[in-house]
C-alpha cells in the first residue's frame, strides 16, 4: 500500500499512472534481472517513497548501468525525473520502457501526458489510441479517452490561433493561445507564436515573458534570446535588465552558438557596441562599432554608440562626422541632434581651456580622483615653489588654472555645464556673464589653500 502524504501518494496526484511504480512486481527471468541490478531497484524504490529523490536516482542508474534491457528501471528512473521536475529526461526513458516492453500501457499513456504538454499532439493522440487498444485496465481506458477529447479540443484551438494570427486578428489569437497554453504548457513554439502577437499588439513586456520561457523550454534557443535583447533595447531599459558585462558575454555566446548566421553575428556586434558605449569602455566600443559598420556602414545605432565612445576619447571631429552621418539616414531622432550640437560644442571648448587635460584626469573621473588629482598638481605649481621670475610667471599661471579646473569639476551644476560644451568661467561662453572670476593676478590669489575642501579665499597656505 502507498502511504498518505507520501512521495509517490504526491506523485499520484499529478501523474495517476505513477502509482503503477509502487506495486509493480517483476519477473527475473522476464527481466533479465540479476541480484545487484535487483538490490539496486529496491532500495531505489524505498529511496523514493522517503522522498530521497537524488539517492534513489542513483540507484536507478546503477540499475540501467547493468541491465540496460531492464524496462523496470527505466521506468522508475523516468518517475524520479517527473518529480524532480526533469520531464526532457523523462521521455527517453518512457520511450526506452515502451521499446522494450510494447503492452506496458502505463509507461505508454505517462508519454502521452508529456507529448501533450509539449504541444506534440498527434504523437499524444497515437500513445493515447494505442493505450485504448491494448486491453486497458478501467481507470487507463477512461483516462486515454478524456487525454483524447482534450487533445482534439487542443488541435481545433491551435488551427483557429493559426488563423487568427494569419489574418491580423491578433487579440483573438492570443485568447486562443491562452487556452492551449494552458494544457499544452511545455511548448515553445505556442509560447513565440504568443509572443509575436503581444508585440504586434503593442505589449513587449508580456512578449519578453513568452520569450524567457521559450529559451529555457528549448535547447540553444538562440532566436528568442536575440528577439528579448532586441525587446529590451527598444525599451531602452536595456541596462537595467542585464548587466552590460553579463550582456556582452551572452551576445558573444550567441555568436559562438550560431555562426554561420551573419544576420546573429551583427545584431549580437551591434549589441555589444552599445554595452561597451553605455559602461563607458571607449576603446572598446569603437572597435566592436566600427566592426558593425564595416559590414552595415549606415546602422545608426553603431554610428550614435560610436560617436558616444568618441566623446569619452574627446575625439571630437570623429564624433561629429559620426553623428552628422546618422542624422542623413534619421534626421528627426532627437538624440543624434543633442548629440551632435553637445560635440561642436565641446569641439570648440577643447580649442580653448580643457580643465579635464589641465588635472590630466578622465572626463568620467570621480570627484576623489579629481581632487587628488588637483593637490597633486597644486603642490608642484605652487609659484612659491620657483625663484625664477619667469618660472614664477608660468607657474602662476598654471597655479590658477588648476584652481580653475578644480573649481568647475568638483562642483556637479558647474561640471554639468563644461561637460555640455559650456564653460561657466568664461565670459564670452556665458550669455549677459559678467566676466570670468579666475582671470586675475597671482595676487589676488595668495594665501590660497590647495587643501582646503571649500572655496579658494579659506587658509593661508606657505612653503618653507
Known amino acids: ?15 495517476p499512472f505513477l502509482l503503477v511504480l509502487v506495486d509493480l512486481q517483476y519477473e527475473g527471468a522476464e527481466c533479465g534481472v540479476n541480484a545487484d541490478v535487483e538490490k539496486h531497484l529496491e532500495l531505489g524504490k524505498k529511496l523514493l517513497a522517503a522522498g530521497q529523490l537524488a539517492d534513489a536516482l542513483s540507484q536507478f542508474h546503477a540499475a540501467v548501468d547493468g541491465d540496460p534491457d531492464n524496462y523496470i528501471a527505466y521506468y522508475r528512473r523516468a518517475t524520479v525525473f517527473l518529480a524532480m521536475g526533469k520531464s526532457k529526461a523523462a521521455l527517453p526513458d518512457l520511450t526506452k520502457v515502451i521499446q522494450l516492453k510494447m503492452d506496458f500501457t ?119 534570446f536575440y528577439k528579448i535583447s532586441t525587446l529590451y533595447y527598444q525599451l531602452g531599459d536595456h541596462e537595467l535588465s542585464l548587466r552590460y558585462t553579463d550582456a556582452t558575454s551572452k551576445y558573444e555566446s550567441v555568436m559562438k552558438t550560431e555562426p554561420s548566421i551573419a544576420e546573429y553575428t551583427v545584431r549580437s556586434k551591434e549589441r555589444i557596441c552599445h554595452c561597451f558605449s553605455k559602461d563607458e569602455k571607449p576603446v572598446e566600443a569603437i572597435r566592436v562599432c566600427s566592426e558593425v559598420l564595416q559590414m552595415e556602414p549606415d546602422n545608426v545605432n553603431a554610428l550614435k ?28 531622432d532627437q538624440q543624434i541632434r543633442e548629440g551632435l550640437e553637445k560635440a561642436q560644442r565641446l569641439l570648440k571648448q577643447s580649442q580653448k581651456r580643457d580643465y579635464y587635460k589641465i588635472l590630466g584626469v578622465k572626463r568620467n573621473a570621480k570627484k576623489q580622483e579629481i ?78 589653500n590647495p587643501f582646503s575642501s571649500g572655496g579658494p579665499f579659506r587658509f593661508k597656505f606657505h612653503f618653507n
Open 305 to 332: 554608440d560610436r560617436a558616444e565612445a568618441y566623446l569619452i576619447e574627446e575625439m571630437y571631429d570623429e564624433a561629429i562626422q559620426d553623428y552628422e552621418t546618422a542624422q542623413e539616414h534619421n534626421e528627426n
Open 1 to 15: 500500500m502507498v502511504a498518505p502524504g507520501s512521495v509517490t501518494s504526491r506523485l499520484g496526484s499529478v501523474f
Open 371 to 448: 581632487i587628488k588629482a588637483y593637490r597633486k598638481l597644486a603642490l608642484q605649481w605652487h609659484p612659491d615653489n620657483f625663484q625664477n621670475e619667469e618660472e614664477k610667471k608660468k607657474a602662476e599661471k598654471k597655479f590658477i588654472d588648476i584652481a580653475a579646473a578644480k573649481e568647475v569639476l568638483s562642483d556637479p551644476e558647474m561640471r554639468k555645464k563644461f561637460d555640455d560644451g559650456e564653460d561657466p568661467l568664461d565670459a564670452e561662453s556665458q550669455q549677459g556673464g559678467g566676466g570670468n572670476p579666475f582671470h586675475r593676478s597671482w595676487n589676488s590669489w595668495q594665501g590660497f
Open 106 to 224: 502505463a509507461a505508454r499513456l505517462q508519454r502521452g501526458h508529456l507529448l501533450l504538454k509539449q504541444g506534440k499532439l498527434d504523437e499524444a493522440e497515437d500513445d493515447f489510441k494505442k493505450v485504448l487498444k491494448s486491453n486497458p485496465s478501467e481507470n487507463e481506458e477512461k483516462e486515454a479517452q478524456s487525454q483524447l477529447i482534450k487533445s482534439d479540443e487542443m488541435q481545433r484551438l491551435r488551427s483557429q490561433a493559426l488563423n487568427a494570427f494569419g489574418s491580423g486578428d491578433y487579440t483573438a489569437a492570443i485568447a486562443f493561445l491562452d487556452k492551449i497554453l494552458e494544457v499544452c504548457v511545455w511548448d515553445a513554439e505556442l509560447r513565440e507564436l504568443r509572443a509575436e502577437c503581444f508585440i504586434k499588439e503593442g505589449e513587449p513586456r508580456k512578449a519578453i515573458s513568452d520569450l524567457k520561457a521559450a529559451s529555457k523550454l528549448k535547447n540553444d534557443n538562440t532566436e528568442a
